[in-house]
């Protein structure tokens, strides 16, 4: 077995793993991830829960699983539009250049001079625990990596004798980039959405752990670690649960996504 | 005088997986003598100089007798040889401007062989290398970088790497791929030159004419067999095998000269044209035009600018001045153009059918018109359901063909289809062009670079670099 598939099993299983648990999870497990117990705060693993409880006897195992779909919805989304975004823009740069290209270069550069989490964080001083102006801010910030990879691709395809013969038997910019471009550019946005979905389940989580992001008492995996975080020594694995979710989603997506070296 | 042959091979057999590759090859070349392989691509020409080379793919099995120089290779395992490579047996590969290092300089890339190589210290090293350049003419040249040399050049620079560990025996694999007229015959003599000096040579071409130039001994190969074997100038005066002889009638020199087609209104003409690429000027003063079923030849050196004259015809490029006038009432899709490499002119992830079937819908032709010039052109409709990159040169060349008929052209720039194919494959698909001219009376640029295959197509031919000339701006350059 070679290296490369181990690689990509180990990947698809940490994945795999977490999404079944984002789908599966909050519909087999009974338990409310809001509802508090005071009496039965900070509760062993291996009881009645299978997680134990937090400071607030809520079962963890029930907020991992909806902070999980929280998560894997939020990256998914953000990584698509992200994508849409950047590959459309991306590829009509590359067909029309000229005025177009340079201003969507522009817009590029201008984002690309921000730091992402920046522009999270100043989107989310406009409604703050609110969850667009997370979707928002992290889109914005992934656009621009598919844009210049399609643009880069597109542009030197578009020289490439097979297009001019396409042109020359009449073909419009829609057989162009379906026949000629996009199978060319499906591999490399493949992977680059894997990364871009990691990228912004850890950003969403991050920023909740700062308290930036979505407010308690949502479920989410920053969230829990910073509520959990006093009572590191009382409950250590109730807050090593989500910092082990959030680092399979990450590395699962990273392993997916690798590119082979040789 | 040493009494052992520069190189003996008796019973050469190479197999893949059961199948014989290269069956029961013998041959015998002694110091100072030239053997040509001549075959198809496929018939294990390659194979057999790889053998020789010791440099197969560790998955094919061997067995026979190999000596280079009296040193015996038969029992021993393939890495044996490498301790041979550049010192008794050497190879000269294919299309020199990739095989030299474009970061170096000419000289520096042979004194490094004499150095590494040869164990000798840099400064004898280089005064060996500036010698070595010298004797091939490149005196003045040792300092330049592989992109300032002209094809010539550079194919001299690789021979004076090749042979700077002091080989006696030289592989030369398609020595003269992509190179026109002028640059084979100087490759033809530097390899003659290196033959007089005592190097034994193995030349793999399917160019007769250079076969021909080199003289010496010749083999022929077919489906992993060397069919004919002997003197060239012998054999190519009297071939025995079918083969040979179908070989010998493709080449161009030995076509019929194409008669002159009466003149009609043309399809597409143009006056005074003057082209730049790069801020180069190609070519000015140019006038040519292209009537109904009549093919014109446009011939040059490479670089001087003939596909720059196709894709003005075709408005793919614009002229610096002059005028590009089209017969009125054509549509734009019915100028079309045939590629030199045709795989890079179909989309390679589809199919070829999906490629016809796109330009039927496109066209609003019913779905089965391919499948009567499919018929015409000889393709079988098996071949459509294959990947550009799965089929042959030949039969992919077809397959553009075809896609360029179904929308029924007017004018077609066929831009060295056949420059990459066997000399046998290259007349199938020329005398397809020349049917299909005469027949749907398209006009048809034909660009080559050999002269011989131009006047075997056509009596109207275009010399792209004598404009120059006329023009009288040579010597601006």
Same mark, same amino acid.
């Given at each position: ?262 | 005088?040493? *009494? ?27 110091? &100072? ?5 001549? &075959? ?31 040193? =015996? ?80 050049? $550079?194919?001299?620079? *690789? ?13 030369? @694999? ?22 007089? *000096? ?18 010496? %001994? ?45 003149? /009609? ?11 730049? !690429? ?39 490029? /614009? ?11 054509? @549509? *734009? ?7 030199? @490499? ?72 066929? @831009? ?11 007349? %199938? ?9 005469? %027949?749907?009376?398209? $006009? ?18 275009? !010399?792209?670099? $004598?404009?120059? =000339? ?8």
């Amino acid at each position: 077995m070679s290296s490369r598939f181990v690689r990509r099993a180990i990947g698809a299983a940490c994945v795999g793993a977490v999404v079944l648990l984002a789908i599966l999870g909050p519909w087999l497990i009974e338990a409310d991830p809001l509802r508090q117990n005071l009496r039965a705060a900070l509760r062993p693993p291996f009881g009645d829960d299978l997680l134990g409880t937090d400071h607030l006897g809520r079962s963890v195992l029930a907020r991992l699983a909806h902070a999980a779909r929280l998560s894997v919805s939020f990256g998914a989304a953000s990584a698509a539009s992200a994508a849409l975004l950047g590959t459309g823009l991306g590829l009509v740069a590359a067909l029309r250049g000229g005025i177009v290209d340079r201003v969507a270069g522009a817009l590029c550069d201008a984002t690309m001079a921000l730091p992402g989490l920046l522009l999270v964080l100043i989107l989310a001083a406009f409604a703050p625990g609110a969850f667009w102006p997370l979707y928002l801010g992290i889109a914005l910030a992934l656009w621009v990596e598919f844009f210049r990879l399609v643009r880069t691709v597109a542009r030197s395809r578009l020289m490439a004798p097979e297009v001019e013969a396409a042109r020359l038997f009449g073909f419009g910019d829609l057989h162009i980039v379906k026949r000629h471009l996009l199978p060319h550019l499906l591999p490399a946005l493949g992977a680059l959405f894997a990364f871009g979905f990691g990228a912004s389940v850890a950003a969403v989580s991050t920023l909740s752990f700062i308290g930036v992001g979505l407010r308690p008492p949502t479920p989410e995996w920053g969230n829990m670690m910073t509520e959990l975080l006093p009572y590191y020594d009382e409950a250590p694995i109730q807050l090593l649960a989500p910092a082990g979710l959030l680092f399979a989603t990450v590395l699962g997506l990273q392993l997916l996504a690798g590119r082979d070296t040789k | 005088m040493n *009494a052992a042959p520069a190189l003996e091979v008796e019973g050469l057999c190479v197999a893949a997986g059961g199948r014989d590759l290269v069956r029961n090859a013998c041959l015998s070349l002694r110091a &100072g003598g030239i053997l040509v392989i001549l &075959g198809e691509s496929g018939s294990g020409k390659s194979l057999l100089a790889h053998a020789v080379m010791g440099t197969l793919p560790a998955e094919l099995d061997w067995r026979g007798r190999i000596a280079i120089g009296g040193i =015996d290779f038969g029992a021993l395992d393939p890495k044996s040889r490498r301790a041979h490579w550049g010192r008794a047996i050497a190879l000269l590969p294919q299309e020199p401007w990739a095989s030299l290092d474009p970061l170096m300089r000419a000289e520096d890339q042979i004194a490094e062989v004499h150095a590494l190589v040869g164990r000798r210290t840099w400064r004898e090293a280089r005064a060996l290398a500036g010698r070595a350049l010298g004797t091939l003419g490149l005196g003045s040249a040792g300092g330049r970088y592989p992109f300032q040399l002209s094809g010539g050049m $550079a194919q001299r620079v *690789a021979v004076a790497v090749a042979l700077a560990g002091g080989a006696r025996l030289l592989v030369a @694999d398609e020595p003269t791929k992509g190179l026109d007229a002028e640059c084979r015959d100087e490759v033809a003599e530097l390899l003659l030159s290196q033959a007089r *000096a005592g190097a034994a040579l193995i030349v793999i071409t399917h160019d007769i004419a250079f076969a021909r130039k080199l003289g010496g %001994e010749m083999a022929v190969m077919l489906d992993a067999e060397i069919v004919e074997q002997g003197a060239i100038a012998g054999l190519l005066a009297a071939p025995r095998h079918a083969y040979t002889k179908r070989l010998l009638a493709a080449d161009p020199a030995g076509w019929a000269p194409a008669k002159p087609v009466a003149a /009609a209104n043309p399809v597409v003409e143009a006056a005074n044209l003057a082209v730049e !690429r790069g801020g180069r000027r190609l070519f000015e003063g140019l006038s040519v035009a292209v009537c109904p079923g009549e093919i014109v030849a446009a011939t040059g050196c490479s670089g001087c600018g003939k596909t720059s004259l196709g894709n003005v015809l075709l408005g793919l490029l /614009a002229p610096q001045s002059g005028i590009v006038r089209r017969v009125s009432g054509a @549509d *734009a899709h019915r100028f079309q153009k045939l590629y030199q @490499d045709p795989v890079s002119a179909f989309a390679s992830g589809s199919p070829l059918g999906v490629a016809l079937d796109d330009v039927c819908r496109r066209h609003g032709l019913p779905l089965d018109a391919p499948s009567r010039i499919l018929a015409r052109l000889r393709i079988h409709p098996d071949l459509l359901l294959r990947r550009p990159d799965q089929v042959s040169g030949g039969e992919l060349q077809r397959v553009a063909l075809a896609r360029v008929l179904l929308v029924d052209p007017a004018f077609l720039f066929a @831009d060295e289809p056949t420059s990459r194919l066997d000399p046998i494959i290259q007349q %199938e698909v020329m005398d397809l062009l020349r049917e299909v001219v005469a %027949e749907r009376r398209l $006009a048809m640029l034909l660009v080559t670079h050999d002269a011989a295959l131009a006047a075997g197509m056509t009596a109207k031919a275009v !010399r792209v670099d $004598a404009r120059l =000339d006329a023009g009288g701006t040579l010597a601006a350059l």
